[in-house]
């Protein structure tokens, strides 16, 4: 297969393309709406888009970004809108226009979105007031509506705008305390697309789930496989989106052919007969196949690696079997090289693990506006006279005698913590920023056969307390950053550099386990825990299942008790699916309480069944 970018193609319609790169998914998705205009496109709760239709509010939206276009330099345009059809042709709408999209989940605290908008230099969003989170000082404007008793075809023409070399600008984890902006190119975007359409051949009867959230790179596999090919895109909503029954119900009822997953999110479904499911990428994180051999059995299984900064994906092992040994990464795509090095940039021989580098097609322009952080983690390295431009994966890996490579953890700090990588660092900074906190700690705790997030904090004289630590945090990370279980300290164990002793902090967790901080004999004396509250019995019994305790008390902690981010996310979904609630994971996260389920509760009088 081909690694240049793919030729371009003519849109359906009588305008400039937007760049030989930029036009290679613009293309194939253009010559699906000349073949399949009154196809459907996409399906999001009761609304079916057609190919036509989402055409046209693409043209819609490339209009009004183009008007809002600059002289000179990138247009860059945050997505503030809920996944759905809107979202998938505000995409491709940007794209039309020839700017770039920053793509966010709406899920995340304002603090953190109000920081991703540093990004951008235009919002669409979905109407009303600007959303809160967004600064005065960048323009906004609504998702444009088609003008009433008026539907343009295809072919509507919108203003033209300078091409736009970047695709997306996502965001991952960043060392510093900050997310890093990656800015991934159209053209390993569109081999991307195409190389794993064919691989796993990908045709116009798949009916593709989106499952991904809207800021992470997987969110682009999912929705442009589905629409190069002429396939339908399936977007869940609400309590569908929970790992679980209410997705497995989902699955089943939209027959759903193509879903791609963590193993965290797989090994929270039920096991259940999905005949019309043919192919599962799993991918994220580490897999086990012993653990999932129900799913190998009945379908085809697929386990894909790449880290956003090499797009989406650069490695598939296209079949596992569950045989007992550990799952292959599989063989880079064509286009790709990788690189097993040491800590002198040597290569490694074969079944000796290695520093994984990855270079070629797809690989990001950088971080923007970080150019230090982009020649660090993007250097260019010698291999056989070869001067080749690398990216630096932090991943460890061995290659096999079949020249498949497999997984063999993390190298440095950074986490893979159920398919989300995470920085310690970042974790750390918005411990710091609350008062009271002088020192922190993030760091991966084994709890159950796996490891969750902790965070240990220094607090002189107990003047934070664990919840109030903990509302801070879901205040200002995403959910899967917040901390599983948090241990205050009146100090934490340095090294000789002045810095958290990681490997002592540790064992702080497990008395007798290792060193620990001196106890500090003016910090008050916990507070009583407080009055027990009337839950339901079978909340009851779903929180002692997840936790291992009782909830005792109204301010019992969650993760003080036992649980972890995997059983908070089940117990939701039992407590959302059976008395009819939809209690944000983030609300619990903040204050997760016999209180807060007691309030929630009381807001439905709805029995169990």
């Given at each position: 297969m081909s690694t240049s970018p793919a030729a371009e193609d003519t849109l359906p319609r009588a305008e400039t393309p937007t760049g030989p790169t930029a036009g290679s998914v613009l293309s194939a998705v253009a010559r699906q709406v000349e073949a399949r205009g009154h196809a459907c496109a996409v399906r999001s709760a009761d609304e079916r888009v057609t190919y036509g239709e989402l055409w046209e509010r693409a043209g819609r939206v490339a209009a009004v970004v183009s008007a809002?276009?600059?002289?000179?330099?990138?247009?860059?345009?945050?997505?503030?809108?809920?996944?759905?059809?809107?979202?998938?042709?505000?995409?491709?709408?940007?794209?039309?226009a020839g700017a770039a999209a920053v793509p966010v989940n709406l899920d995340h605290p304002p603090a953190r979105l109000r920081l991703l908008a540093g990004s951008a230099d235009l919002l669409v969003h979905s109407g009303g007031a600007i959303p809160s989170w967004w600064p005065m000082d960048i323009p906004a404007v609504t998702f444009p509506e088609a003008e009433a008793g008026h539907l343009p075809g295809p072919r509507a023409e919108y203003a033209s705008a300078a091409s736009s070399r970047t695709a997306c600008i996502l965001h991952t984890s960043g060392s510093t305390g900050a997310p890093k902006p990656v800015m991934l190119p159209h053209s390993g975007l569109a081999h991307r697309i195409t190389a794993f359409a064919d691989l796993y051949?990908?045709?116009?009867?798949?009916?593709?789930?989106?499952?991904?959230?809207?800021?992470?790179?997987?969110?682009?596999?999912?929705?442009?496989?589905?629409?190069?090919?002429?396939?339908?895109?399936?977007?869940?909503?609400?309590?569908?989106?929970?790992?679980?029954?209410?997705?497995?119900?989902?699955?089943?009822?939209?027959?759903?052919?193509?879903?791609?997953?963590?193993?965290?999110?797989?090994?929270?479904?039920?096991?259940?007969?999905?005949?019309?499911?043919?192919?599962?990428?799993?991918?994220?994180?580490?897999?086990?196949?012993?653990?999932?051999?129900?799913?190998?059995?009945?379908?085809?299984?697929?386990?894909?690696?790449?880290?956003?900064?090499a797009t989406i994906a650069t490695h598939v092992a296209p079949h596992i079997t569950a045989d007992g040994q550990p799952a292959s990464l599989g063989r880079p795509v064509p286009g790709v090289e990788d690189f097993l090095l040491d800590e002198h940039d040597q290569p490694v021989p074969d079944g000796q693990p290695g520093h994984l580098h990855l270079a070629g097609v797809g690989l990001a322009d950088g971080y923007a506006g970080l150019p230090d952080r982009t020649a660090h983690a993007f250097p260019t390295l010698t291999f056989g006279g070869r001067a080749i431009r690398v990216y630096r994966t932090g991943d460890r890996a061995w290659r096999r005698p079949d020249g498949q490579l497999v997984y063999a953890g993390r190298i440095g700090r950074q986490l893979n913590l159920g398919g989300v990588r995470l920085e310690p660092e970042e974790v750390e900074a918005a411990a710091l920023a609350l008062d009271g906190v002088t020192a922190a700690a993030a760091l991966a705790e084994p709890a159950e056969g796996r490891d969750v997030l902790a965070l240990h904090a220094a607090v002189p004289g107990g003047r934070v307390t664990e919840a109030a630590l903990r509302a801070h945090l879901a205040g200002l990370l995403p959910s899967t950053a917040v901390p599983a279980r948090i241990h205050l300290h009146p100090s934490l164990p340095l090294t000789g550099y002045g810095k958290p002793d990681v490997q002592a902090i540790a064992a702080l967790a497990f008395p007798g386990a290792g060193p620990a901080a001196e106890l500090d004999e003016s910090a008050p004396a916990a507070a009583a825990?407080?009055?027990?509250?009337?839950?339901?019995?079978?909340?009851?019994?779903?929180?002692?299942?997840?936790?291992?305790?009782?909830?005792?008390?109204?301010?019992?902690?969650?993760?003080?008790?036992?649980?972890?981010?995997?059983?908070?996310?089940?117990?939701?979904?039992?407590?959302?699916?059976?008395?009819?609630?939809?209690?944000?994971?983030?609300?619990?996260?903040?204050?997760?309480?016999?209180?807060?389920?007691?309030r929630a509760l009381a807001l439905t009088a709805r029995e169990p069944s």
């Open positions: 809002a276009a600059r002289d000179g330099g990138e247009l860059r345009v945050t997505i503030g809108l809920a996944p759905g059809a809107d979202w998938v042709g505000c995409l491709l709408g940007i794209w039309r051949r990908i045709t116009a009867e798949d009916r593709i789930a989106q499952l991904a959230a809207a800021s992470v790179d997987v969110v682009l596999w999912e929705t442009l496989l589905a629409l190069t090919v002429g396939g339908t895109l399936f977007v869940p909503h609400g309590r569908q989106r929970v790992p679980g029954i209410g997705l497995v119900r989902w699955l089943a009822a939209e027959q759903v052919t193509v879903a791609t997953m963590t193993p965290t999110m797989l090994a929270a479904l039920p096991e259940v007969t999905l005949p019309e499911l043919r192919l599962l990428v799993v991918g994220g994180e580490a897999l086990d196949p012993a653990r999932f051999a129900y799913w190998i059995g009945r379908h085809q299984v697929a386990n894909a690696y790449g880290p956003t900064e825990d407080g009055p027990p509250v009337e839950l339901p019995d079978t909340v009851r019994v779903w929180w002692r299942q997840a936790t291992g305790a009782e909830p005792a008390t109204a301010t019992t902690d969650f993760f003080s008790c036992g649980g972890d981010s995997l059983a908070c996310v089940e117990l939701l979904h039992r407590i959302n699916e059976t008395f009819g609630l939809e209690i944000p994971l983030t609300h619990f996260t903040a204050q997760p309480t016999p209180a807060f389920l007691a």
